[in-house]
């Protein structure tokens, strides 16, 4: 049986329902989402932090989080649905003399993009974070409006919203083939039949890699693994409660649930093939006990609460990273209405508002409406079909995704 839709989008994660609802705010009128699971944004999605920090180390990213705080700071007023936008603030916190100096350069970078950020005392980082020692720390500096997204509530809200203005979210199809003619991508095969399409949208996650070589294309990017966990409930952990890096650590921690979310870095990652296989879980990843145990170990001298306060859920997640840690959003090449989204650098959620954006400009008018050559999939040229190199130095880049260098603004 063959039906169609105007515009498909493969993938029900954030990135995909934010594609729906901005397609029908440009005025799409016909748009199916396809998700392979019984429930949308069960995978990546739902093992997000949902960090939203505006220090960000270049023009495009700094654009792309802003946007989300516009978007998501009104968008239940807006839809009446909400997002889980808890703009509790970041506060980013040096442990050596270096690293402080570092943070001069944000708080002025910040200055100059109108970006509230202030350098704040030991008195008031106590405040902010009492289970914070800071008598392990030279200096922090706080940027009120930043926060976090609860990653399944916004991801909700943006596929309700997206519902409520006519799209259509259909889940428990996996899609087998993207069908390309002449050059132009026509459909999608799933196992009910084919979709007949004049635009397919790629927004599969640690996926988009095996549902982009179906149209014969291969996004220079690797899935790796980034893993977290939250904890039992700890009385003290206010209400005003910020995100907190502690960058040194390669660390950052939030609340979660009356304790604590907490994520790492790992300076030597492990890496998945960009092929995954269909039938593939975030699930079947091995609960990393080991890894967040020198998470832990990293931050209690930071956070000495979390030394004995026990784990309640270990979070088994996958991101995907560029060479570079940007995005790779936009047309593929050679393909006439066949969009790939990926490269979401554990930026995701956070990003989701402006990838969704970007995509739908692109899909109605040929236009994201902004300079996002900084996110263009052949910005690497030949260098980014070595499959060695883009696995090399996309690890390369996560495990120093903290550092002074890949911190830098400008």
């Known amino acids: 049986m063959t039906e169609g839709a105007r515009t498909v989008v493969v993938g029900g994660g954030v990135w995909g329902l934010s594609t729906a609802y901005h397609l029908m705010q440009a005025g799409e009128t016909d748009v199916l989402v396809l998700e392979r699971n019984e429930k949308p944004y069960e995978e990546t999605t739902s093992q997000a932090a ?3 920090g505006q220090i960000r180390s270049t023009p495009t990213m700094r654009n792309v989080i802003r946007y989300a705080i516009d ?3 009104g968008f239940e007023g807006e839809t009446g649905h909400d997002p889980g936008f808890r703009q509790v603030g970041s506060l980013l916190v040096a442990l050596t003399s270096e690293r402080l100096a ?6 002025e970078s910040a200055g100059e993009s109108s970006v509230e950020a202030r350098f704040v005392d030991g008195s008031e980082m106590s405040r902010l974070a009492p289970h914070m020692d800071v008598s392990r720390v030279e200096g922090g500096y706080f940027v009120p409006k930043d926060g976090y997204l609860e990653a399944r509530r916004c991801a909700q809200a943006l596929g309700a919203a997206s519902e409520d203005l006519g799209a259509k979210i259909r889940t428990g199809t996996a899609v087998t083939d993207v069908r390309v003619e002449g050059g132009r991508a026509v459909g999608v095969e799933t196992g009910a039949g084919f979709i007949e399409a004049e635009n397919v949208i790629v927004t599969a996650g640690p996926w988009t890699g095996t549902v982009a070589k179906m149209a014969g294309y291969e996004p220079a990017m690797v899935p ?3 893993q977290r966990v939250t904890t039992a409930p700890v009385k003290g952990v206010p209400a005003h409660h910020p995100v907190v890096r502690v960058t040194d650590t390669s660390c950052y921690v939030r609340p979660e649930n009356g304790g604590y979310l907490y994520g790492f870095f790992e300076p030597h990652p492990t890496s998945y093939d960009p092929d995954l296989p269909t039938g593939f879980r975030t699930a079947d990843i091995e609960a990393p006990v080991e890894v967040m145990e020198e998470a832990r170990e990293r931050l209690s001298p930071v ?21 570079d840690g940007a995005y790779l959003v936009g047309p593929v090449p050679g393909n006439k209405g066949l969009f790939v989204a990926t490269g979401c650098a ?5 990003g989701s508002a402006a990838v969704g954006r970007w995509l739908a400009g692109w899909a109605t008018k040929g236009d994201p409406g902004e300079d996002t050559s900084q996110v263009d999939h052949e910005r690497f040229g030949e260098k ?12 390369r880049f996560y495990g120093g995704y903290y550092s002074i260098h890949s911190m830098a603004v400008t």
């Open 384 to 395: 980014g079909r070595d499959r060695e190199w883009v696995r090399r130095e996309s690890e």
């Open 71 to 73: 978007l998501l700071s």
């Open 102 to 107: 570092s943070y001069e350069e944000h708080v």
């Open 346 to 350: 554990s930026l995701g959620i956070a």
């Open 224 to 226: 790796i693994r980034h």
């Open 50 to 52: 949902g960090l939203v």
């Open 303 to 323: 956070f000495p609460v979390l030394r004995d306060l026990p784990v309640a859920e270990h979070k088994r997640g996958l991101t995907t990273f560029a060479p």
